[in-house]
């Protein structure tokens, strides 16, 4: 059974980098067919899509946040994580890691079938 | 950027009705659309992905239809476990979430 969990500071400080990391278990993080991502969610709003990346180091981003995020690898850890820079506390939420499931053999699909718990990170002086 | 709307952004229904969920996209994204179920303090789970396909383990009373920009979930019968935010999502660029659709018993 694969199972996600975020790690990272509750807390983190204006104008400062939001790190966390989500450690993948129950399967390789190098596995073909799967890209990572990280999802948000504003205290009682809906969801929002921060960026993916594959395993060889391939991302990509929401155009809104692009300038401020960078999502990296890990193989060896069977992590991935994530950083925002310059946080304000429009980014305080709850944070997701989640894995994206993708077709075979050509086929297009894709929807996140694991998510991690979620960890709720909150910018604050 | 592709937008997602969804309506009605929320509903009060009776055990065993009949719920459905519309959804609708921006512009075209053929059949590339998936639901998910969002309890209180939970992380959402996918019920149905490429618009009308059930995961596996899901109850087979929900259901979702559509294609091109107009797409739909149905809750056959609604139970008391099914209380919950619903939220479409597209894939088709990138990703995108729909505002969700918040589901209660009356």
């Known amino acids: 059974q694969v199972q996600l969990q975020e790690s990272g500071p509750g807390l983190v400080k204006p104008s400062q980098t939001l790190s966390l990391i989500c450690t993948v278990s129950?399967?390789?993080?190098?596995?073909?067919?799967?890209?990572w991502s990280w999802i948000r969610q504003h205290p009682g709003k809906g969801l929002e899509w921060i960026g993916n990346?594959?395993?060889?180091?391939?991302?990509y981003y929401n155009p809104s946040l692009k300038s401020r995020v960078t999502i990296s690898v890990d193989t060896s850890k069977n992590q991935f994580s994530l950083k925002l820079s310059s946080v304000t506390a429009a980014d305080t939420a709850v944070y997701y890691c989640?894995?994206?499931?993708?077709?075979?053999?050509?086929?297009?699909?894709?929807?996140?079938?694991?998510w991690g718990q979620g960890t709720l990170v909150t910018v604050s002086s | 950027d592709i937008q997602m709307t969804q309506s009605p952004s929320s509903l009060s229904a009776s055990v065993g009705d009949r719920v459905t969920i519309t959804c609708q996209a921006s512009?075209?994204?053929?059949?590339?659309l998936n639901w998910y179920q969002q309890k209180p303090g939970k992380a959402p789970k996918v019920l149905i992905y490429?618009?009308?396909n059930l995961e596996t383990g899901v109850p087979s009373r929900f259901s979702g239809s559509g294609s091109g920009t107009d797409f739909s979930f149905t809750i056959s019968s609604l139970q008391p476990e099914d209380i919950a935010t619903y939220y479409c999502?597209?894939?088709?660029?990138?990703?995108?979430f729909g505002p969700g659709t918040k589901v209660d018993i009356k």
């Open positions: 999502q597209q894939y088709d660029y990138l990703f995108t």
């Open positions: 990346i594959y395993y060889s180091g391939s991302t």
């Open positions: 129950g399967g390789s993080i190098s596995s073909g067919g799967y890209y």
């Open positions: 490429d618009a009308s």
């Open positions: 512009q075209d994204i053929s059949n590339y």
């Open positions: 989640a894995r994206d499931l993708r077709g075979q053999s050509g086929y297009r699909t894709s929807h996140f079938d694991y």
